[in-house]
């Protein structure tokens, strides 16, 4: 079955929010459920969870019991032989099913178990309908589908950043966990803003973390450890730098250092020297 995307927030975006610049954007709401796929298969509606293509027993149940069921077969079942609309055929569509009482975010309250549509992917044509596509869609076939609060385009981070300060503000006053946003672009664009989420400034390094050199009195104790395996053979670099190179490469991994600010073989000359004084 299709995978749905992997929702991220806009901040989150490859590679950046301004992939969502110039380009229309569909601000949908986003219900509080267990999301479905439901698919045409050998044996009728194929049912899948989220992450499995096949739901759990009780999950199918509560969706058979919906009102909308029979609706929503018509429409998986009988896509497969539409013809003379490009790209129609087989359909994945992607749904929540809100079970009757609280919600798992705790955001909503249902008095029955409901089936709302928030997606259709076309088989065919390999891509998801547009809003006003799947609105019409749903409408035909009298499904519920997501509402769509606006429709933007903005062309700069600040106008954007602006919408989805409004539009998470209203999924606040309408009692929703967000919104999620979707720019039908190849590939397409989709993201979500919850109201759960805090808002910060984020500020991402690109590179390596840089770790603080190991101290080099952990180096010596390494050095040390391989005097105590190696005994007197230590003064055979052939047998002593590899043991030390692998201690210290466990006393980065220990203490989350980087390499120290000399040279090992130095370390090791030095250990020497000291020894043979004392």
């Known amino acids: 079955m299709k995978e749905y995307p992997h929702l991220e927030r806009i901040v989150n975006l490859y590679p950046g929010p301004q992939a969502l610049l110039g380009k229309t954007v569909y601000w949908t709401e986003k219900r509080d459920g267990a999301q479905l796929r439901v698919a045409h298969g050998p044996n009728g509606l194929l049912v899948g969870s989220h992450y499995k293509d096949a739901a759990a027993p009780q999950i199918q149940d509560y969706l058979a019991s919906v009102p909308c069921y029979d609706e929503l077969k018509e429409l998986v079942l009988q896509t497969?032989?539409?013809?003379?609309?490009?790209?129609?055929?087989?359909?994945?569509?992607?749904?929540?099913?809100?079970?009757?009482?609280?919600?798992?975010?705790?955001?909503?309250?249902?008095?029955?178990?409901?089936?709302?549509?928030?997606?259709?992917?076309?088989?065919?044509?390999?891509?998801?309908?547009?809003?006003?596509?799947?609105?019409?869609?749903?409408?035909?076939?009298?499904?519920?589908?997501?509402?769509?609060?606006?429709?933007?385009?903005?062309?700069s981070l600040e106008s954007l950043y602006a919408q989805r300060e409004r539009w998470v503000d209203y999924a606040k006053t309408v009692g929703r966990e967000g919104t999620v946003l979707?720019?039908?672009?190849?590939?397409?664009?989709?993201?979500?803003?919850?109201?759960?989420?805090?808002?910060?400034?984020?500020?991402?390094?690109?590179?390596?973390?840089?770790l603080p050199p190991l101290p080099e009195s952990e180096v010596y104790g390494a050095i040390a450890k391989a005097h105590a395996e190696l005994g007197e053979l230590l003064g055979d670099k052939t047998q002593a730098m590899p043991l030390i190179a692998r201690l210290v490469a466990e006393e980065q991994r220990k203490h989350q250092c980087g390499k120290p600010p000399g040279s090992l073989f130095t370390y090791y000359q030095l250990y020497l020297q000291e020894r043979s004084m004392g």
């Open 182 to 210: 979707k720019a039908y672009t190849d590939p397409p664009l989709f993201c979500k803003e919850k109201v759960d989420l805090p808002t910060m400034v984020r500020v991402i390094e690109e590179g390596s973390p840089v």
């Open 80 to 155: 497969e032989a539409i013809e003379g609309i490009s790209g129609f055929g087989d359909v994945t569509v992607f749904g929540e099913l809100l079970v009757k009482g609280k919600s798992p975010a705790r955001f909503e309250t249902h008095e029955r178990h409901e089936f709302v549509i928030f997606d259709i992917y076309q088989e065919r044509s390999q891509t998801f309908m547009p809003y006003p596509l799947l609105y019409q869609t749903c409408n035909h076939y009298s499904l519920p589908v997501v509402a769509c609060w606006a429709e933007t385009r903005s062309t």
